[in-house]
C-alpha cells in the first residue's frame, strides 16, 4: 500500500523560508509525477506545485512562481518544496500528491487535483504577520 508522508511544516514569520519533504513508502518515486497542493481553512485544495519524476519537468500556480521551488532527489526518493518569501496568504495545509504510470498530454493535468490518485495526510504552515 502506497503511504505519502510529509514533513517540515511549522510557524514561520512573514518573508521567511520553509522546505517540505514529501516521502513515499511502499514503492519509489519512479514514473511518477508528484505534486503539492495546499488548502487554507475555508477554500478549495489549489495546485501550488508539480514534477515529472522521469525528466524532471516542472509546473508551477502563476502566484507561486519565483517563490517556491518544487525538486526532486532521487537518492532519497523524496521530493521537496522550497518555500521563500512566505506571507500570511501561504498559510495552509500543504498537500503532497502523486500518480504512477501517467503520462498526460497536456500540462493541465498536472496541475489539477484529478490527475493525482495518492495524497498525503498533509503538513501545517502558519505565516505570522
Known amino acids: 500500500q502506497v503511504q505519502l508522508v510529509e514533513s517540515g511544516g511549522g510557524l514561520v514569520q512573514a518573508g521567511g523560508s520553509l522546505r517540505l519533504s514529501c516521502q513515499t513508502s511502499?514503492?519509489?518515486?519512479?514514473?511518477?509525477?508528484v505534486a503539492w497542493f495546499r488548502q487554507a481553512p475555508g477554500k478549495e485544495r489549489d495546485f501550488v506545485a508539480g514534477?515529472?519524476?522521469?525528466?524532471?519537468?516542472?509546473y508551477y500556480a502563476d502566484s507561486m512562481k519565483g517563490r517556491f521551488t518544487i525538486s526532486r532527489d532521487n537518492a532519497k526518493n523524496t521530493v521537496y518544496l522550497q518555500m521563500n518569501s512566505l506571507n500570511a496568504e501561504d498559510t495552509a495545509v500543504y498537500y503532497c500528491?502523486?500518480?504512477?504510470?501517467?503520462?498526460?498530454?497536456?500540462?493541465?493535468?498536472?496541475?489539477?487535483?484529478?490527475?493525482?490518485?495518492?495524497w498525503g495526510q498533509g503538513t501545517q504552515v502558519t505565516v505570522s504577520s
Open positions: 500528491a502523486a500518480v504512477w504510470g501517467r503520462t498526460y498530454s497536456t500540462s493541465y493535468y498536472y496541475t489539477t487535483k484529478g490527475g493525482y490518485e495518492y
Open positions: 514534477i515529472r519524476w522521469s525528466g524532471g519537468n516542472t
Open positions: 511502499g514503492r519509489t518515486f519512479s514514473n511518477s509525477a
